[in-house]
């Protein structure tokens, strides 16, 4: 089948969007598929099946975009056109700019038109500090349907948490499919030998982009409170707009949080021989990088946030810290460094739940999604 792929957030795979449009894309690849992409990534210019329209210039907002290691897309019909020419179905990853001049066109070609739902509500407006303020984000939601969500013929969800959130927000059932964005195997349970600098210590990873959003600053926090302080190494994998803030309240810690980027067989790693995994975020649709720690059998604490899926991953309440509450954080942390043998007994529950989340699944799952509704269009 010969499918285009709309992306307008496309580079390297540091963010979620951006992995889950890569797998996507080469799984269905991998089944021999004609895929053409659609982007804004000046790298991919002049590859083959890549269609690159220019970058979307905000002018100040420029800077925040960079910031989170993201380019934006300006809409091209020559390029659009191009892309989706001989197209016999066409997804979508983000109802942004390039995404909504994709569906407008697409739509005048007749060709039936699946898109994800990979951006929440707040992941926008916390960049103007208005991520906990109601009307705000039901406008963004509202905006999102009206003039995006409305005109595609089924959604992909990545959580049933995304899909009630903005179902319940819009007031309308939507065709939605609820298909995880998956694993890869190669992210898995192994041994590895803790390095020798971190032999005596403790070892918590957090992983993402550090952002308001991701809320990383609790587990910083945290530590004032935890009784093993003077143990625990925290690693913060990834990058971000906070980072030299997130450096400068850490400063006071008895042993210095490492910031850094790391590789995929680096991550992988480092899942495998910490103590524990902290996914701090207070607004996730669904967290990646805590599936992947889930999927090493890592003993995974999570926040009780009503705007983030991930608490629905946690075994149970022993797993979860009260919502941006540091102190309950440190609490969480304490009661499972205490108690290794019943950690091993959770970590084994852990990597029972990892079995829904294997990535070829998933995929096989989003291919039958985008031909499903191709099929229902041709009849």
């Known amino acids: 089948m010969n499918i285009t792929v709309v992306c307008d957030v496309l580079g390297t795979e540091t963010n979620g969007t951006t992995i889950a449009a890569t797998n996507l894309i080469k799984f269905l690849q991998s089944k021999n598929h004609n895929v053409k992409i659609l982007c804004a990534d000046a790298e991919k210019k002049g590859l083959a099946n890549y269609y690159v329209v220019p970058n979307l210039n905000l002018g100040p907002l420029n800077k925040i975009i960079k910031k989170n290691n993201v380019t934006l897309a300006k809409p091209q019909d020559d390029v659009i056109e191009e892309a989706l020419k001989d197209a016999e179905a066409v997804h979508i990853m983000l109802p942004f700019i390039l995404g909504r001049r994709a569906l407008k066109i697409a739509k005048e070609m007749g060709l039936p038109v699946t898109a994800g739902f990979h951006a929440q509500a707040e992941n926008l407006s916390c960049h103007v500090r208005m991520q906990n303020v109601t009307f705000v984000n039901k406008a963004i939601y ?18 049933q948490f995304i899909k009630d959130a903005f179902e319940n927000t819009i007031k309308v059932r939507t065709n939605g499919y609820v298909i995880s964005n998956g694993v890869n195997s190669h992210i898995q349970k192994k041994d590895v030998e803790k390095p020798l600098e971190f032999q005596n210590k403790f070892v918590i990873l957090c992983t993402g982009r550090y952002s308001v959003e991701k809320a990383q600053k609790n587990l ?3 530590m004032k409170y935890s009784k093993y302080k003077d143990k625990i190494q925290l690693i913060f994998a990834g990058q971000g707009p906070l980072e030299n803030k997130y450096k400068r309240i850490s400063n006071e810690l008895p042993i ?3 910031f850094k980027v790391y590789s995929r067989e680096e991550m992988t790693n480092i899942i495998n021989y910490c103590d524990l995994y902290v996914h701090t975020a207070e607004m996730e649709l669904e967290g990646i990088a805590c599936l992947e720690a889930i999927c090493c059998g890592k003993m995974t604490i999570v926040s009780d946030s009503k705007k983030s899926a991930t608490k629905n991953f946690a075994v149970d309440e022993s797993c979860v810290y009260k919502s941006n509450n540091p102190k309950s954080l440190a609490k969480v942390i304490d009661y499972w460094l205490d108690n290794p043998e ?3 007994i959770y970590e084994k529950k852990y990597l029972e739940k990892s079995k829904s989340f294997d990535q070829l699944y998933c995929m096989q799952k989003m291919e039958d999604m985008i031909f499903e509704v191709a099929n229902l269009s041709k009849n």
């Open 142 to 159: 509202k905006n999102f349907y009206n003039h995006f969500y409305k005109y595609v013929d089924a959604i992909h969800y990545p959580t």
């Open 342 to 344: 019943k950690k091993k």
């Open 220 to 222: 910083i926090y945290a």
């Open 256 to 258: 210095k949080p490492i």
